[in-house]
C-alpha cells in the first residue's frame, strides 16, 4: 500500500470514499499529473506543470484546493478562502459531488498551468523549490 492510501485510511471512512472519489476524478481529468501524500498537512498534493489540487481530508468534510484558485471561473461561487492564490471547495460526504463543475475546474486549472508554468509561489509542498510565474 503506498503513502498516499494510508493517508487516506486515517480519515473517517465517509471522508476517506470522498477523498477517494476526489483523487479518482482528478486522475480521470489529468492522467499525467504526479501525486505526492503530504503527511503533515494531511493533503494529497497533484502537480502538472507545477502545483495543480491538494486533496484534504477533515473530520467532517473533505477539500480540493486549487493552487490558481483565485484564477478559476466561478459563477456558482463554491470557491472559498482568502490566500494570494489557493482557493478550495469544501465537499460534504453526505452530499452528492459536484462532479460537472469540479471537472470545469479541473480542466481550467490544468490547462492554465500548461499555458503559465507553476503558479506563483507554489513549489515546496511538491518537494521543490519555490517557483515564480512564466515571464511571457
Same mark, same amino acid.
Given at each position: 500500500?503506498? %503513502?498516499? *492510501? #494510508?493517508?487516506?485510511?486515517?480519515?473517517?471512512? *465517509?471522508? $476517506?470514499?470522498?477523498?477517494?472519489?476526489?483523487? $479518482?476524478?482528478?486522475? @480521470?481529468?489529468?492522467?499525467? %499529473?504526479?501525486?505526492?501524500? #503530504?503527511?503533515?498537512?494531511?493533503?494529497?498534493?497533484?502537480?502538472?506543470?507545477?502545483?495543480?489540487?491538494?486533496?484534504?481530508?477533515?473530520?467532517?468534510?473533505?477539500?480540493?484546493?486549487?493552487? /490558481?484558485?483565485? @484564477?478559476?471561473?466561478?459563477? *456558482?461561487? /463554491?470557491? #472559498?478562502?482568502?490566500?494570494?492564490?489557493?482557493?478550495?471547495?469544501?465537499?460534504?460526504?453526505?452530499?452528492?459531488? =459536484?462532479?460537472?463543475?469540479?471537472?470545469?475546474?479541473?480542466? @481550467?486549472?490544468?490547462?492554465?498551468? @500548461? /499555458? *503559465?508554468? =507553476?503558479? =506563483?509561489?507554489?513549489? /515546496?509542498?511538491?518537494?521543490? $523549490?519555490?517557483?515564480?510565474?512564466?515571464?511571457?
Amino acid at each position: 500500500m503506498g %503513502a498516499v *492510501e #494510508q493517508m487516506i485510511l486515517t480519515f473517517p471512512s *465517509e471522508v $476517506a470514499a470522498t477523498v477517494r472519489a476526489l483523487r $479518482a476524478l482528478v486522475r @480521470e481529468m489529468v492522467p499525467d %499529473a504526479t501525486e505526492k501524500a #503530504q503527511p503533515a498537512w494531511r493533503t494529497i498534493n497533484f502537480d502538472h506543470h507545477g502545483g495543480l489540487i491538494a486533496l484534504g481530508g477533515h473530520a467532517k468534510w473533505a477539500t480540493i484546493g486549487f493552487m /490558481r484558485g483565485v @484564477e478559476l471561473a466561478d459563477p *456558482e461561487k /463554491r470557491l #472559498q478562502g482568502t490566500g494570494k492564490t489557493m482557493r478550495n471547495i469544501r465537499v460534504d460526504p453526505a452530499v452528492p459531488i =459536484p462532479r460537472a463543475y469540479l471537472v470545469r475546474l479541473i480542466g @481550467e486549472a490544468a490547462a492554465l498551468n @500548461e /499555458r *503559465e508554468g =507553476p503558479p =506563483p509561489g507554489v513549489g /515546496r509542498a511538491w518537494g521543490g $523549490a519555490r517557483t515564480s510565474r512564466k515571464k511571457p
